[in-house]
């Protein structure tokens, strides 16, 4: 069997190298969910000895119908680097990614640490500010296909992530409509309540599953909460624009 580092060495590359691989489930149908973890923990190890820092955590699958259609009843998590974070308002480019889409997202930043067990007025009072953002989402599993622990693996799927400017912490994000719009026409159409009921109930999550893989969410650490309407493809020339009701808009330009 291939060893967790060489697995991770595996998704980090192609991820790397915008390639397509196989489901590591194809050839691995007993790897678990705790497996993916490790081999996502050594994944972006690796990115970090390339030079990229710590930017936070994304949570994933934080919808109850996404929850229901993989069969699972806890969201995912993946880590975030700087070199994730793009440019409000500048441009993507598509050849570094295999199939990308966007979804949007609140983002949560941090201004004290957060572990474990906590309420949601606790997870809120760590917060120092809340924003609209956007995730990239691009599996690098071939034809966007992928078992639970795959997906695990590959740092649940993120990619790159936009946020837009920071409101104060006690703005309600709990129930915002939200449009996302394509070259001017709307495409997706949706609330952050999608998000578990109520974005915090995110971070309160968040803190609980960091904290049991022995980390913990430390102040400056960007959260995004999980996306709030499906995910949309992107291909070059497309604008994307997402507007959050009464925190703002977050944009980006697709090109080659």
Excluded: C
């Excluded at 069969?71 to 994730?84: F, H, I, K, P, Q």
């Amino acid at each position: 069997m291939t060893s967790l580092a060489g697995l991770a060495q595996i998704v980090d590359e192609a991820a790397r190298t915008a390639t397509a691989i196989p489901q590591l489930t194809d050839t691995l149908p007993t790897l678990t969910v705790e497996d993916a973890y490790a081999i996502q923990a050594l994944s972006v190890a690796r990115r970090r000895a390339r030079g990229e820092r710590r930017a936070g955590y994304k949570m994933g699958l934080t919808s109850r119908a996404k929850m229901q259609q993989v069969g699972v009843s806890e969201v995912v998590w993946g880590r975030l680097t700087d070199a994730m974070r793009l440019a409000e308002g500048g441009d993507l480019f598509r050849s570094r990614y295999v199939h990308p889409r966007v979804e949007p997202e609140v983002a949560y930043i941090l201004a004290k640490p957060l572990e474990g067990e906590v309420s949601a007025a606790e997870a809120l009072a760590a917060v120092e500010a809340i924003a609209p953002a956007l995730e990239i989402i691009d599996s690098r599993y071939q034809n966007f296909k992928f078992a639970l622990p795959d997906v695990v693996a590959d740092n649940s799927s993120s990619s790159g992530f936009y946020v837009g400017s920071w409101a104060p912490r006690t703005t309600d994000v709990s129930n915002l409509g939200i449009v996302m719009e394509v070259n001017g026409r709307p495409v997706q159409i949706g609330s952050t309540a999608a998000i578990l009921g109520d974005p915090i109930r995110s971070l309160v999550a968040a803190a609980r599953l960091v904290g049991r893989a022995g980390e913990r969410l430390e102040p400056g650490d960007i959260v995004l909460a999980g996306g709030a309407t499906a995910a949309h493809p992107l291909t070059p020339g497309l604008h994307v624009r997402t507007a959050f009701q009464g925190l703002g808009a977050v944009s980006f330009h697709v090109v080659d």
